[in-house]
């Protein structure tokens, strides 16, 4: 088991990067000033460092816009798709 308590084949993405992929975010620079604006945690535990890794199954805790969105990443994208393509990596919990 990894250290979030989730079994993974080792496969990780930067959380800023995800962040843009999942379209959470626009840019990279944006997902940044989520994560440091110190309201961001990963498996409840809060997000220190904007190149913190993520991987499938670790539940994504955080605000966009007046929401707080709660994510458990379901696969890992390779790339930023369109909206609906970039639902098909999470699943909406909260």
Same mark, same amino acid.
């Given at each position: 088991?990894? !250290?979030? @308590?989730?079994?993974?084949?080792?496969?990780?993405?930067? $959380?800023?990067?995800? $962040?843009?992929?999942?379209?959470?975010?626009?840019?990279? &620079?944006?997902?940044?000033?989520?994560?440091? @604006? +110190? *309201?961001?945690?990963?498996?409840?535990? +809060?997000?220190?460092r904007? &190149?913190?890794?993520?991987?499938v199954?670790?539940?994504?805790?955080f605000?966009? @816009? !007046?929401?707080?969105?709660?994510? !458990?990443?379901?696969? $890992?994208?390779?790339?930023? *798709? &369109?909206?609906?393509?970039a639902?098909? +990596?999470?699943?909406?919990?909260?």
């Amino acid at each position: 088991m990894s !250290e979030s @308590g989730h079994e993974h084949d080792g496969e990780t993405i930067r $959380l800023d990067r995800l $962040l843009v992929y999942l379209r959470f975010a626009r840019t990279r &620079s944006a997902a940044c000033a989520m994560i440091e @604006g +110190h *309201a961001f945690r990963r498996n409840r535990v +809060h997000v220190k460092r904007v &190149s913190e890794n993520v991987a499938v199954g670790d539940v994504l805790t955080f605000m966009q @816009g !007046e929401t707080v969105r709660i994510v !458990e990443v379901l696969t $890992l994208p390779d790339r930023r *798709a &369109s909206p609906a393509a970039a639902k098909q +990596h999470y699943r909406d919990l909260g």
